[in-house]
Structures are given as C-alpha cells and as structure tokens.
C-alpha cells in the first residue's frame, strides 16, 4: 500500500521569509513498507568486477554524484570534496569546504562546487577552498560548473551566477516561489548555450550570459486541494540526448522537453520521486513501489515495465551499454537488461545503502555508498 505524499514528508523547516521547505521522502506512516520482493540467486551473465575504490565520510544527504570527463567529484556530509580519476582510482585532490554539507557537488573536472548546511557556496580547486559567497536561501540542488562560471539554484527559486575565479556575482534571477519546494535535488542543467533548471513543474531556459528567461515548458502542473498535493518540483538526475531533455516531475509525471525550441514534446503519469536516465530508445525510471519503467523515447509509451524490484527503495538508474544499473537502500546494485529488466549481475559495495545515482566516468561505473565507499566497476 502506497503512503501518501503528505504523511511521507517530514516536518516544514521555515525561512525568515516565511518560506517553507518540504523535507524528502521519510516513512513517518505507522503502516509498515511492504516487504521488497525477494530476490532469485545471482547468475553473472555479464561479467563485471571491481577496478579500485576510494573512502570519504558518511553519505547522509542527497548526493549528486558529478563527471567531467575522466574525473568524478564526490562529496561527504562533513563538507570534504574528493576529486577521483576514474582511470586510475587515484584522488586528484581533496579538501573541506569548511561545514557540513545539503547539496551535491558540481565541477568541471577542475573547479568545484559545493552549498553547505549554513546556506554558503563554496568554491573549491586544486585541494584548497577558493572563494566562499552567502547565498539568499538554502540550496539543494548540486551547484553547476561550465563554461568558467558557477550556476545555483536556490530554494527560493532565485538562481544565480558566480565568475568561477573570483566569486563575484554575475546575476540572479528570482521567481515568486511557491509556499513549499522540495528538499531534494532539482534540475540544473547545461544545453549547448542555454542553462536549463527546473521551476515547480517546468523546465526553464535560461541565457548563462544575463539570465534572462528563453522559454518555459511545463512537464507537470500543481494539482490538489492543498501546498502539499500540489507539488510538482522536478527532481532527481535527467536524461539528456541532444537537444531533447527529459525529467521526473515529484510523484507526477515524466515529460521530454526540446530545449532548443522550448517544446514540451510528451508527458506521462508516473508516480515517484528519483530521476530517470535513458538511451536513443527509452527513458527509464523506477516508480516509488520499486517498478521500473521504460518509456518510449520518441512518445513516452511504455516499451516495458519490471517489478522484480518492487518495494526496493531504488536510486534513479544508469543506462550504459546494453544494461541498467540501478542501487537500492539495502546496499545491492542491480544490473539489468535495458531491454526488459531481466537481471544480469547483481553487486554489494560495502553493505550500506546506495547513496547517489551511479554515473559512468569514461569506462567506469561509479557507485557511492551511504557509509563512504566510492567504487570504480569496469565490464570484464
């Protein structure tokens, strides 16, 4: 049985502005979850083995794990930043940005970004902290490094841009926020020469040069009765292919937007709140029960769905070769068929949960766990 979205959401943290910020998913339900499927005995039908593994502390916050090229940026609770060469498994850097963390890590490879508990963006490169700016609200989404520049989305809808060097603020750009927002990672993304973010149910173009508003395409609208039901804040991981864009709205819908135009080009009903990922074919996703789901990329049908993991607390999955590689809350890492979730392999890092969404670096999977463990899976 399915909580609903308001007894999952944990206490309203309020700003100064009266501005409220719904926690992410925590069973505060007295019905017990039901219990996850179980699981038939592995069979290793795609080989894939360990290449190294690095430690950083506890994982305790919604982490967006980040790749620029060969490097992957990852970050603990405490504030420390580790700069990882997939290649090799060797730290490039590591520092701390001086305070507990809520946000992932942003980076392009040489530049870091962090937001920490007391609402300071922090820069980060070559092991040492760069420069630090007080932002105008708590931010949950990872900040985005590109093109010299460091881009935030906060959760007073303000987003901003930072000279990645010197820290000056660039500009900023605030919308009226709705009475809640999520405290869960949302949507900031580079496309080609746009910046595109999420706002309540749409994503939004944005000129990275003045901030001014291109277009906006909503994948969700708010409905219900009250601030709770109508939440529709896109969030988690999206799944890019050129121009196109597609992202979950929180227990809503899953849409694809062409960012070049601004178009919303379909949106589905789905019900979760991880993000999804995807290949020339489908958008994948895994539905609050544990049902992954794989849409028609061109129209958003269904080309299959699977509950072999239902009632499993999935991260968003990865989409990489002919597989999907998704983590789950009791510390395994499903590797399945991207043609039909069959399972193929089935991993266990350290035995904590799966902290972040696996990202690939090159030609390394990279898994992050609750208790600390980054780790570098290669195909055999």
Not at 82 to 92: K, L, T
Not at 120 to 134: E, P
Not at 176 to 198: H, R, S
Request: one cysteine or more; proline letters at 5%; a positive charge.
């Amino acid at each position: 049985m399915n909580i609903p979205t308001f007894a999952r959401s944990q206490p309203f943290l309020r700003t100064a502005a009266a501005m409220a910020l719904v926690a992410a998913l925590a069973a505060c339900s007295g019905t017990p979850r039901p219990k996850p499927a179980e699981l038939a005995p592995n069979v290793a039908l795609l080989a894939i083995k360990q290449a190294w593994n690095v430690r950083i502390p506890k994982v305790d916050f919604p982490l967006s794990t980040n790749v620029s090229g060969d490097k992957v940026a990852v970050a603990g609770a405490d504030g420390t930043v580790v700069v990882v060469d997939a290649r090799s498994g060797q730290e490039v850097w590591r520092a701390n940005a001086g305070g507990p963390l809520v946000a992932g890590v942003g980076s392009d490879g040489s530049l870091a970004a962090v937001v920490t508990a007391d609402s300071q963006l922090v820069a980060l490169q070559g092991g040492k902290v760069l420069w630090k700016q007080r932002l105008t609200a708590q931010a949950y989404t990872a900040p985005l490094v590109a093109g010299r520049r460091v881009f935030v989305q906060a959760a007073d809808r303000t987003t901003s841009a930072w000279d990645g060097q010197s820290g000056r603020r660039l500009w900023s750009q605030q919308r009226t926020a709705e009475n809640l927002v999520l405290k869960k990672p949302g949507v900031l993304i580079a496309v080609d020469n746009t910046l595109v973010t999420g706002v309540g149910g749409r994503l939004v173009g944005i000129d990275p040069a003045n901030g001014t508003s291109r277009w906006e395409a909503p994948i969700a609208a708010p409905r219900g009765t009250n601030d709770v039901e109508r939440l529709v804040d896109l969030t988690g991981t999206v799944s890019r292919l050129g121009d196109t864009v597609c992202a979950r709205a929180y227990f809503a819908t899953v849409g694809c937007v062409d960012a070049a135009r601004g178009v919303l080009l379909w949106s589905k009903a789905a019900v979760g709140s991880a993000g999804v990922s995807g290949d020339d074919r489908n958008v994948y996703g895994a539905e609050e029960n544990g049902t992954l789901v794989a849409w028609r990329r061109t129209n958003g049908d269904k080309a299959w769905e699977s509950d072999r993991l239902k009632y499993r607390e999935l991260t968003a999955p990865l989409a990489v070769g002919r597989s999907l590689i998704v983590g789950d809350s009791t510390g395994l890492v499903h590797i399945l068929s991207r043609d039909d979730g069959s399972p193929l392999n089935r991993l266990t890092p350290d035995g904590s949960a799966i902290a972040a969404a696996p990202v690939l670096a090159g030609n390394t999977v990279v898994i992050v766990t609750r208790n600390g463990g980054v780790f570098g899976y290669r195909p055999e």
